[in-house]
């Protein structure tokens, strides 16, 4: 899919981190491999430290949490709200959706429009695409699109290959029609037959969970999971990213009407440092361009991503600035995608910190 989005732009943004800060350097005695061997990835993957939700924690709570933060601080008004769209892999139930929940515990009134997406890597992406199809039949009135996951409970903590890259994180991202704003290149693809290359085996419908699927097992590696826990093929990915990603970019910087040296910033989906740098360097993206600092402060956010990158890189200069900005994400289902917008001169572009 490619089109262009007209009339439409980001507001504001906040961040909600959950308060447990989780170092690498204290979970090097959870894996099955010599420490020495485990330290030489802290500084190719960029591994220093993670945050992780309390147990009991969900998506909705931080969703909520966010949301009362921006009503407290006259950031937004109820009645200007027109729509929840919540992207997460981690909803509190299969039923009711989270965007109901948040919908409920906000008391936000009944024509309000609620829709969950579910949806990982790309979920900026796909939420912001959505967010701006909504705004076309909803006038003055706002979209808040939540993206959250709460993804370290379901990766096993034995897991030197998926464990480190957990991070748990919402934003809360309100967006709004602006005849003034200008036009957005939008393009996403997908390949559900790679599907397997970022995967939970059990859980849903096909394969629920029993005894049987939460037995921990050494995966030959020497990492140790079940079928509970969530998986990523670390090289599959990274051949995806250097390949289909990498020509994606390439094309759309030949074909369409920006050049890379007409982008101020490169915020892009954060899997890990390592995989950053070898894309930039494919596609001749200068570093100072792009920011490659999120898993080694915060772990990999899924969804929420492009906008914790935004928020903790450029937050104060964006409020009163304005920059033409590549977003690019990329990761499970497989799905890929870019967007070219103009961010800035935001109400708010805030990281909070809460004790969920």
Not at 31 to 41: D, G, K, W
Not at 46 to 61: C, I, M, P, Y
Not at 199 to 214: E, H, L
Request: aromatic share 10%; glycine share 8%; charged share 20%.
């Amino acid at each position: 899919m490619k089109t262009i989005f007209q009339g439409k732009r980001i507001a504001s943004i906040l961040g909600i981190l959950p308060e447990t800060v989780a170092n690498f350097d204290d979970e090097v005695g959870n894996y099955a491999f010599p420490p020495s061997q485990t330290m030489r990835l802290k500084r190719l993957m960029g591994f220093k430290q993670h945050r992780l939700a309390k147990e009991n924690s969900t998506v909705s709570d931080f969703g909520v949490y966010g949301l009362q933060y921006m009503l407290k601080n006259n950031w937004i008004r109820k009645e200007e709200i027109g729509a929840v769209v919540v992207v997460t892999l981690c909803p509190d139930f299969f039923v009711p959706q989270v965007s109901n929940i948040i919908q409920g515990e906000l008391k936000l009134t009944k024509d309000v429009i609620c829709l969950d997406v579910a949806q990982g890597c790309c979920g900026f992406l796909v939420g912001l695409m959505q967010s701006f199809m909504l705004l076309e039949h909803l006038g003055n009135k706002k979209v808040v699109l939540v993206n959250g996951d709460v993804l370290s409970h379901k990766i096993s903590k034995r897991d030197r290959n998926d464990f480190p890259l957990a991070g748990d994180a919402t934003t809360v991202t309100i967006i709004e029609n602006d005849p003034n704003a200008k036009a957005i290149y939008y393009e996403m693809n997908m390949d559900g037959s790679r599907a397997d290359a970022l995967k939970i085996p059990a859980g849903g419908f096909r394969m629920p969970s029993s005894d049987a699927t939460a037995e921990m097992k050494d995966c030959g590696s020497g990492n140790f999971r079940s079928l509970n826990h969530m998986h990523m093929d670390g090289s599959g990915i990274f051949n995806f990213v250097q390949t289909d990603v990498a020509d994606m970019l390439q094309a759309a910087f030949e074909n369409g009407s920006k050049n890379i040296d007409d982008i101020d910033y490169f915020f892009f989906h954060q899997p890990n440092k390592f995989i950053l740098q070898k894309l930039a360097e494919k596609v001749g993206i200068p570093p100072e361009k792009m920011f490659m600092n999120l898993v080694e402060n915060f772990g990999n956010p899924s969804g929420a991503s492009i906008p914790m990158t935004i928020i903790f890189n450029r937050a104060e200069e964006l409020k009163t600035t304005q920059k033409n900005c590549c977003l690019a994400a990329f990761g499970s289902g497989l799905a890929w995608g870019l967007m070219f917008m103009d961010i800035g001169n935001l109400a708010f572009c805030e990281m909070i910190e809460s004790n969920l």
